[in-house]
């Protein structure tokens, strides 16, 4: 009989979640633990195995720190969850840090992730990467770097590599600084850090709502899922010292960079507000909101950014969301606003209403 030409091709992909923890993890699971990142579903899943080792979870984003309480609690693990905008903010406390790195996941992260690592173990405590490649193609050079040689155990479907912390060593950020302009406005300087959108660059979605936001001097602005600031700190350049700009976004570290880039770029009055449901904004109600939502394919963040800003925003306050998909987006922002314009604009759509 012949086989299949596709088995020979393909290899299904287990997701670390679903896994059994591999015996070289398992036995570096020393209490003090640190878990970095991960989904629900992977820190449970490792957790399960780590006999009740005492675990602290650390995450960047307050709302996928909430699922992760949601799921350990629902699993009967008592570990605590904890949000910071840098890992290398909790005390260097720890025995262990595991961290399960996302297969393809954004590179700039994982170098900051091991860089941060080292400053939260206790000298001699140990870093544990669990990779879901057989052979990793990054991380044996990143931690040699970093830590000097690390052990390394591969396996048919994972790559398990430690390396214990000796000494001491500077702190170092990954941090790259872009200049932007919108149309023949000032230059405004935006530091960016790995985990917040966007790295390095002005994204072409965000452009393309500045170029379209129609401001005026005194303005109150709402930049809903801030990340570092660029929407905001432009229109501050319109609104100017009279008006007032409130940020929000639910990871922590884009707030802290919007805080410092709002600063940086002179902007006198604003507030930057970490939460996950747009939630603790003062200094309402607003004239007008700007959105850049992710690209989820339920668009519950583009949905939670319409209903709240037709809460914030004043009687005929003006409303702004870029997307690459206008037709479900604008179904939604009609339910909400009764009406909405489309301006197209660098393949993006804004809708107005
Ligand atoms: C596409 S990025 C836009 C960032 C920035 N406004 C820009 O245009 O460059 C979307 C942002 O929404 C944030 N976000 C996602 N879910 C959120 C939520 N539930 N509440 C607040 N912000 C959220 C993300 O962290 C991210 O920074």
């Known amino acids: 009989m012949e086989s299949d030409p596709m088995s020979r091709r393909t290899r299904r992909l287990v997701p670390l979640s679903q896994r059994a923890v591999p ?45 992760l309480r949601e799921a350990l609690a629902k699993a009967n ?35 900051d992730v091991i860089e941060q690592a080292f400053h939260v173990l206790r000298p001699g405590g140990a870093l544990v990467v669990w990779s879901s490649y057989e052979t990793d193609p990054f991380f044996p050079s990143l931690l040699k770097k970093v830590f000097g040689r690390p052990h390394e155990v591969r396996t048919e479907i994972n790559t398990v590599l430690w390396a214990p ?23 405004c300087r935006f530091v960016s850090r790995p985990g917040v959108f966007t790295y390095g660059r002005f994204d072409d979605g965000a452009r ?26 432009f229109a501050s350049r319109q609104t100017g010292p009279e008006g007032h700009i409130a940020f929000v976004d639910s990871n922590v570290r884009a707030v802290a960079l919007t805080d410092l880039n709002a600063r940086a770029n002179g902007v006198t009055s604003f507030q930057a507000v970490a939460s996950s449901r747009v939630e603790g904004l003062e200094g309402g109600p607003f004239d007008v909101a700007l959105a850049n939502p992710p690209y989820i394919a339920d668009h519950s963040v583009a949905r939670l950014f319409i209903e709240r800003a037709r809460e914030l925003l004043r009687p005929r ?3 702004y969301l870029v997307t690459k998909q206008p037709e479900p987006v604008a179904e939604l922002v009609a339910d909400t606003f009764g009406a909405v314009d489309g301006v197209p604009r660098r393949g993006y759509t804004i809708l107005v209403a």
Request: hydrophobic share 40%; charged share 25%.
């Open 23 to 67: 015996e070289t993890v398992r036995a570096r699971m020393h209490a003090p633990l640190v878990v970095v990142l991960g989904s629900p579903a992977e820190v449970v899943n490792l957790l399960r195995a780590g006999d009740g080792a005492e675990a602290v979870c650390y995450q960047m984003d307050l709302y996928q720190a909430e699922r």
């Open 77 to 111: 693990i008592n570990a605590k969850v904890t949000t910071a905008p840098d890992l290398w903010d909790l005390p260097a406390e720890f025995q262990t840090a595991i961290y399960m790195p996302a297969r393809g996941g954004e590179r700039e992260l994982k170098i």
């Open 165 to 187: 912390r000796a000494g001491d060593r500077p702190r170092r950020r990954h941090e790259v600084t872009f200049q932007a302009r919108v149309l023949d406005g000032p230059s």
């Open 208 to 233: 393309a709502l500045a170029e379209t936001a129609a401001l005026k001097p005194g303005d109150r602005v709402l930049d809903l899922g801030c990340g570092c600031g660029v929407a905001g700190v």
């Open 317 to 319: 306050g003006r409303f």
